[in-house]
């Protein structure tokens, strides 16, 4: 069976400082990967996805970045983190040119101090 | 583009009773699909049920149903005999062809004894 586990799933950083989220999918290939943010109170808004290595699509402009470095591995960075950057986000997979119906990691809660 | 709308914030429920959760859509394409997600506290996301745009029968998952109203532009969800476990934020969502998932703002059920 299919598993994704995102971590770490509680951080809290100083701003200005570097952020690294790491999410891997098992029991698949060639997922599709995507990064979610959910601010407090809001709907997920989708940051990038990816439909192979390498593949990084961004969908809003911002102070973060994402890499594929391995076909099930999907990052999350940035190189200095603003206070607007808190929020929970979510890593999730779907098969291969199937972009509806997504399964969610556990979610790692970002706070910006 | 397409745009998820859910306008209830908030809904309360007393256990054992039927809820139905508003979503209404916009887009132009003709062949697309809907989803619903539960977001329990946890804030893992759940994928409950899926609508294709071309499916002539409502779908249902045990105690999940979507009322489709295409005419109408909407895909709304009823949870029948709601459970204390039901309590969570629930969102509507949708796709077309190869485009990622356009999520709306969620409702948040709250299930009472």
């Known amino acids: 069976s299919q598993t994704i586990h995102q971590w770490p799933a509680t951080l809290v950083q100083p701003v200005g400082s570097p952020l690294s989220l790491e999410c891997t999918v098992e029991?698949?290939?060639?997922?599709?990967l995507y990064w979610y943010r959910q601010a407090a109170g809001r709907g997920l808004q989708l940051l990038f996805y990816?439909?192979?290595?390498?593949?990084i699509s961004s969908e809003v402009p911002q102070n973060l970045s994402a890499s594929r470095p391995q076909d099930r591995q999907f990052i999350l960075s940035s190189k200095k983190l603003l206070l607007s950057d808190s929020g929970f986000y979510l890593c999730?997979?779907?098969?291969?040119?199937?972009?509806?119906?997504?399964?969610f990691g556990e979610g790692s809660r970002l706070t910006v101090l | 583009a397409q745009k998820i709308t859910q306008t209830q914030p908030g809904m309360f429920v007393q256990e054992k009773e039927a809820v139905t959760l508003d979503c209404t859509y916009d887009t132009s394409d003709q062949s697309y699909g809907l989803f619903w997600y539960k977001q329990p506290s946890s804030g893992e996301m759940i994928f409950l049920i899926y609508?294709?745009?071309?499916?002539?029968q409502n779908a249902t998952e045990g105690r999940y149903s979507l009322n489709f109203q295409k005419a109408r532009k909407s895909a709304n969800l009823v949870i029948s005999a709601s459970q204390l476990g039901d309590s969570a934020m629930y969102f509507c969502a949708m796709n077309s062809g190869y485009s990622t998932l356009t999520f709306g703002k969620g409702t948040m059920l709250l299930v009472s004894p």
């Open positions: 999730a997979w779907s098969v291969y040119k199937n972009t509806g119906e997504l399964f």
């Open positions: 609508q294709g745009s071309y499916d002539e």
């Open positions: 029991g698949t290939s060639n997922p599709n």
């Open positions: 990816s439909v192979g290595i390498g593949q």
